[in-house]
């Protein structure tokens, strides 16, 4: 049991280790790891109302529109009313968030190119394998846990 915890702090570590560096090396192009997400997400599926780029990223809808916000003042992202909601607005990235995001993502991946260049391409294909092997186990695990919410939330309201 010991050998998959000590495993599994080594993941943790490994895992931001890489993101740490990775944004550090996004920030020297103008746009950390953390922001070129929402730009990702709105560059790849285009544009989105808050709620649904929150939902996207798992992220607390207040943290969106804080994060929406500072990309706008910086002018990567506008909003525009949302036409099926005069309540709502849509989020689309600019020609100039287009550009950011394309700088950025120049070294973020010149550096996960050298971090894993040092495996083989045996060693990358065993780490793939695994990789899908947990990521499988771990969706089983969610997808458990989210049958069985419901039904300790109703068990939880008729204590209370």
Known sequence: MSSTIEISQGMFKLYHQVSRLVNECMMDE???LARSKFLLLLECQGPQRS???ACALGFAPRTVT?????????????RD?????????????????RTVISAAQQP??????AIFNVLTEDQKQ????IIRCLSEKTDELQRERDKDEPATARSLQAVG
């Open 66 to 78: 804080e994060a929406i916000d500072g990309l706008e003042r910086d002018k990567l992202v506008k």
């Open 51 to 53: 709620t649904d780029i």
């Open 30 to 32: 103008g746009v950390s």
């Open 108 to 113: 973020q991946h010149k550096t996960i190119e």
């Open 126 to 129: 065993h780490m793939k394998e």
């Open 81 to 97: 009313p949302d036409p099926k909601d005069r309540r709502a607005k849509i989020v689309s990235i600019t020609d100039m968030g």
